[in-house]
């Protein structure tokens, strides 16, 4: 990969993704480069699951104050 790991996007990673699959689908990879090719798919698909897991933590953190701060205005209507 020519970026550092932790500097590519997620749409950078698939797109270099569609790439390889692409150059394999075709034939355009002769046996030598294969193996070079396949080692970094995967290493962009670990990437690419890293990124799907922080996003979905950051959906969760943010879903649960969410509703932690909905509850709290609920009890504050109820006392008044």
Known sequence: ??????KMTYGEAAERLEE????????EVDIDELSGLVEEAAKLVTLCREKIHAAEIQVKTIT????????????????E
């Open 20 to 27: 390889i699959l692409g150059k394999i689908e075709e034939g």
């Open 1 to 6: 990969m020519g970026k550092a790991k932790t």
């Open 64 to 79: 649960e104050q969410l509703e932690r701060e909905e509850e709290e205005e609920e009890e504050e209507e109820q006392e």
